[in-house]
């Protein structure tokens, strides 16, 4: 979501401009939604920008409002919070599309570099990017991967107690869970991983870890550390955690 109207068409200047092609598509394609400005990312991944969006508000209200609404069922999460889109990455054949997306989300969306994963002679593979437009550890990641796809989508809570009554309620339910409780060693987050019916990994994250900035110095994780990153309690890199996804 961007915060103007008019800035679709600003971004859809330079995004041209970058030597993208885009499309503008008019309001009521996605139902409660303005117009939005379709384009693909380096990677393939299509996009969609959008300014105006329907305003439900929440059950607690704007005016004096409680911590939270009764009733609430399951994990209770509050938002969505980010998501990780998988790119294509094979250094041998000059294919880098989590440098290719970051160089653009940076150039042209105007984020910024939180967290990076490298690998390779001296670091010099970019492997896996997090990025941010607020003040969260991350709005947006890319992770290296054969081809390109979606890891997960994030929802997120409060507190670490919070978590675990997420997984209590996982574990009712029968959920199938991929990672977690753990906490990362990139974002510091809490987290668990589990999958959806329709097969699609989704996060619950706890905590913002820390609060991030333009100018905050870019956290790096090199190769040798790279399970810490990934899993900070176990160092270890699960094999159904990085090569699977949709």
Request: proline content about 6%; hydrophobic content about 35%.
């Amino acid at each position: 979501k961007v915060e103007k109207e008019e800035d679709l068409d600003v971004l859809q200047k330079r995004i041209e401009d970058y030597g993208i092609s885009t499309e503008m598509l008019p309001e009521g394609s996605l139902p409660s939604t303005g117009r939005m400005l379709k384009f693909s990312l380096p990677s393939g991944h299509e996009m969609r920008l959008y300014a105006t969006k329907e305003y439900v508000g929440t059950e607690v209200g704007t005016v004096n409002p409680d911590p939270w609404p009764d009733g609430l069922k399951g994990a209770g999460v509050h938002w969505l919070d980010h998501c990780a889109l998988v790119c294509e990455l094979d250094p041998e054949r000059g294919i880098n599309h989590v440098a290719d997306n970051t160089k653009f989300a940076q150039e042209v969306l105007d984020f910024y570099l939180v967290e990076q994963i490298v690998v390779g002679p001296e670091g010099s593979v970019k492997a896996a990017t997090w990025l941010a437009r607020t003040s969260t550890p991350h709005d947006l990641a890319f992770l290296g991967g054969p081809q390109m796809g979606l890891h997960h989508i994030a929802f997120f809570l409060e507190s670490w107690d919070d978590l675990l009554k997420a997984a209590d309620v996982m574990g009712k339910h029968h959920t199938k869970i991929n990672a977690g409780p753990t906490r990362h060693g990139v974002t510091r987050g809490a987290t668990i991983y589990f999958f959806d019916p329709s097969g699609n990994r989704n996060e619950t994250f706890a905590g913002l870890g820390y609060i991030s900035q333009p100018d905050r110095p870019v956290t790096t994780w090199t190769e040798d550390k790279l399970g810490y990153g990934i899993f900070f309690h176990s160092g270890e890199v699960m094999p159904s955690f990085t090569e699977v996804y949709t």
